[in-house]
């Protein structure tokens, strides 16, 4: 049977993007539909925008950092609209750009969205295309849970596109977004409180970094509520009253839900196909992406294994080098690093401790707290924080944290030595950078014994 294409595309986010460009490159004709802009989540509603916000909301620290070395700052003042104007410009030339990677590797774009008709014909508006391979790339969309009075509340889709600045914000949700979110509304002169529904935010993370992050946030203004959830939403004269479950109420000028992100498989046809979901609606897929019906894949967030953008990349290289390059191979998904965007951000790579203790045994923990040295002339309480998790009979380093101004661009390097299964001894040769946070990771020698 001849098909129109050797592979389609159904998502054109950066997994979707990037297998198309690679799959195309081999020798793959290959086409791509997208029912909102090309770029997803990352590009037009995530990571992009959402490091540009943090930009502008670190100003105001910095601002006031200023004038311990000597300069007089004046009146300032923000501009949100502004902002909010120069961030579109932004992801519309990466929209641009991300039209034009498709253009130039000869990928098909179809505007719309698509639908399986059966594991080789799909369908945009009135088209009918076939497809060898199809791809599924339609990644995730915020979860709003069910509380009288959500349709009040905004998530982050929302958030990049608010016309006024809230004065007041309520953050719900203790995962990445919602902690990146209360800090940059914190930093651009909002009153902040976000409310966690257990014990601590950042579930998943090391305890240390969770502990230590929740500290350095409510230094900086935010008013951290644990074990705190709203019961309901109402709109009042003055914004919106929420009452929590335990009976107090707050006001605020928005509510912000951060409360994690549903995998995009609804209503394509996939179940109908015969592609198996896991119990939480994701597409299951084997370590090199392959779903329950042979000639169909999937990467990226819709497939709920490591929900990142640079995860989903790797997935969707993978996957063309293997269905079009002829060497295969399955996406690794081991010592990825992430970071944080709070501020101060969190980096990090491997295991936390109580998944280290679980796995080895016993283990040798190396931390150190102090203050960065930029503070020492801003008179700023904010500290850092770094930990190595160490496989003792090895000596191989399987976990590192870090918190404080730049973690994100220090933890990709010490990636590169996790990825390596670098000794203890190893980082120990390494000498350092002075004066920088980053030597902390290589200076470290007593380990942490509990006092
Ligand atoms: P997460 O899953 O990380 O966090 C969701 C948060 O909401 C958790 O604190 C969770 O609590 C809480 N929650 C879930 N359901 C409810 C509910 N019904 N009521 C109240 N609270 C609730 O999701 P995010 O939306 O923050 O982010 C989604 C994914 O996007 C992340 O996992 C990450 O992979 C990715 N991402 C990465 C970023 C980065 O790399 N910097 C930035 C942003 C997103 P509990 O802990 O109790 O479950």
């Known amino acids: 049977m001849t098909f129109d294409y050797d592979l389609f595309v159904i998502g054109a986010g950066s997994g979707g993007v990037r297998a198309s460009r690679i799959s ?175 014990t601590q935010i950042l579930r998943g993370f090391d305890d240390d970094v969770r502990n230590f992050l929740a500290a350095e946030i409510q230094k900086k203004g935010i008013q951290l509520r644990t074990n705190a959830n709203p019961a309901k939403i109402e709109k009042t004269d003055n914004g919106l009253k929420v009452t929590l479950e335990d009976g107090d109420v707050l006001e605020a000028d928005a509510i912000m839900y951060a409360t994690g992100r549903a995998p995009n498989t609804k209503d394509i046809g996939l179940e109908e196909v015969g592609v198996t979901l896991k119990e939480n609606g994701a597409v299951k897929v084997t370590p090199d992406s392959q779903t329950s019906v042979d000639n169909i894949y999937a990467v990226g967030d819709v497939t709920d294994r490591i929900a990142l953008t640079p995860v989903a990349i790797h997935e969707g290289m993978a996957f063309a080098e293997t269905v079009f390059g002829g060497r295969p191979r399955a996406a690794d998904h081991e010592n990825v690093p992430s970071a944080v965007f709070s501020q101060p951000q969190v980096g990090t790579v491997g295991l936390t401790e109580a998944e280290a203790r679980e796995k080895f045994g016993a283990v040798d923990i190396y931390k150190s707290q102090f203050r960065p040295m930029k503070m020492t002339l801003t008179g700023g309480t ?56 980053a030597e902390e990771i290589v200076t470290m020698r007593e380990k942490y014994t509990g006092g």
């Open 24 to 198: 195309s490159s081999l020798g793959a004709r290959v086409a791509i539909a997208e029912e909102y802009r090309v770029g997803g989540t990352c590009v037009i509603r995530g990571c992009v925008p959402k490091k540009l916000l943090v930009y502008a909301s670190h100003f105001s620290e910095d601002f006031h950092d200023a004038e311990g070395y000597g300069w007089t700052v004046g009146e300032t003042s923000h501009s949100w609209p502004k902002l909010i104007a120069n961030k579109d410009k932004e992801i519309d030339r990466l929209n641009g750009i991300y039209h034009n990677i498709l253009k130039n590797n000869n990928v098909t774009l179809y505007n719309g969205r698509a639908t399986l008709l059966d594991k080789n014909t799909v369908k945009v508006g009135d088209q009918t295309i076939t497809a060898k391979y199809i791809l599924i790339a339609t990644g995730g969309t915020p979860v709003m849970p069910d509380v009288p009075g959500i349709e009040h509340a905004i998530s982050s889709n929302e958030a990049f596109h608010l016309e006024s600045f809230p004065k007041r914000v309520i953050v719900v949700g203790g995962g990445y977004i919602a902690v990146e979110f209360a800090g940059i509304f914190n930093g651009l002169g909002a009153e902040v409180t976000q409310l966690y529904r257990s």
């Open 382 to 437: 904010e500290q850092a924080f770094v930990k190595l998790i160490v496989e003792p009979k090895s000596d191989i380093v399987v976990g590192a944290h870090i918190v404080g101004g730049d973690a994100a661009e220090i933890i990709q390097a010490v990636g590169i030595a996790l990825k390596c299964k670098a000794t203890k001894a190893q980082f120990d040769a390494t000498v350092g950078v002075h004066p920088s946070l």
